[in-house]
């Protein structure tokens, strides 16, 4: 594996150039390619390449992290290029000090199908609407992971979910939950239901406690932006559900009331 490695010394060698100010670069759209920073997301980025819904093109760490990453490495199909640099050159190439020393540059495989039609039968899915806190994003893609949702639907208004911090967020679970960014939420909605899907949108005002939700073989949860929360045309269009909390509060975070709810759902059709 040593032998794999290329060594890069100055700032402006053009093999680099994608990782090249990612800060500033993250913020202008890569089409489908995106950066995974840390050992967790590089290592989810290995495996998500092996099932071909992601491929990893390009490899750039700290030279001292090598060793600890060395396993994930080894993963790697030997056309992918492994470069390392000093800290002080790497530092320079990304524009800020980067602690944790390990990058990629991974794509997204975009195959024409729908989603829905790849889910199973008893599906638990997640719907975001307007979710433009990367963050927030991140968070509910970690949130899904980990209660078993079968995938994420989010409307054409929401952030990418590949962008740089929501990724890092999600500790790479945007790579491992199928996901689908499009459409507005009620092209999404209404697609969901007529493919016999439950929805619940998630509001503080709500009809039904959230805990009480009858568990049924396709669920949808809806959650929208913090602030102005969901259009009313999906409140009124589907049913509704709380988190019962303590008055005086008008709401929770959109990514600790996403983690609630799923529990709350995924605990009803036995699915943890």
């Known amino acids: 594996m040593w032998?794999?490695?290329?060594?890069?010394?100055?700032?402006?060698?053009?093999?680099?150039?994608?990782?090249?100010?990612?800060?500033?670069?993250?913020?202008?759209?890569?089409?489908?390619?995106?950066?995974?920073?840390?050992t967790v997301v590089l290592r989810m980025l290995v495996e998500a390449s092996r099932s071909g819904r992601f491929a990893t093109e390009k490899v750039l760490l700290?030279?001292?992290?090598?060793?600890?990453?060395?396993?994930?490495?080894?993963?790697?199909p030997g056309d992918v290029?492994?470069?390392?640099?000093?800290?002080?050159?790497?530092?320079?190439?990304?524009?800020?000090?980067?602690?944790?020393g390990v990058l990629a540059l991974g794509r997204r495989e975009v195959a024409e199908f729908d989603l829905i039609d790849r889910l199973p039968e008893r599906s638990l899915v997640l719907v975001g609407c307007g979710i433009s806190n990367h963050d927030n994003a991140g968070s509910m893609f970690r949130n899904a992971a980990a209660f078993n949702a079968d995938a994420v639907f989010l409307d054409e208004t929401s952030c990418d979910p590949l962008y740089r911090k929501a990724l890092r967020v999600s500790v790479g679970s945007v790579l491992s939950v199928p996901y689908e960014r499009k459409g507005t939420a009620l092209d999404v909605l209404t697609r969901l239901s007529a493919n016999g899907f439950s929805i619940w949108t998630l509001s503080p005002r709500g009809e039904t406690d959230i805990r009480a939700i009858p568990p049924t073989d396709r669920m949808?949860?809806?959650?929208?932006?913090?602030?102005?929360?969901?259009?009313?045309?999906?409140?009124?269009?589907?049913?509704?559900?709380?988190?019962?909390?303590?008055?005086?509060?008008?709401?929770?975070?959109?990514?600790?009331?996403?983690g609630i709810a799923l529990f709350a759902m995924s605990s009803a059709a036995n699915l943890i």
Not at 12 to 28: N, Q, S, V, Y
Not at 62 to 76: C, K, S, T
Not at 81 to 100: K, S, T, W
Not at 229 to 247: C, D, K, M, N, Y
Request: glycine share 10%; hydrophobic share 40%.
């Open 62 to 76: 700290l030279r001292n992290r090598v060793d600890g990453v060395a396993p994930i490495l080894e993963r790697l």
């Open 3 to 38: 032998s794999r490695l290329i060594a890069i010394e100055r700032v402006g060698d053009p093999r680099i150039a994608d990782f090249r100010d990612i800060r500033e670069r993250d913020l202008t759209g890569r089409q489908n390619r995106f950066i995974a920073e840390g």
């Open 220 to 258: 949808a949860l809806v959650v929208g932006t913090e602030g102005e929360g969901l259009p009313p045309a999906v409140l009124e269009g589907f049913q509704s559900a709380r988190i019962p909390q303590s008055e005086g509060l008008d709401s929770l975070n959109v990514a600790t009331a996403t």
């Open 81 to 100: 290029p492994i470069y390392v640099a000093e800290a002080q050159v790497l530092d320079r190439i990304v524009g800020f000090h980067l602690h944790r």
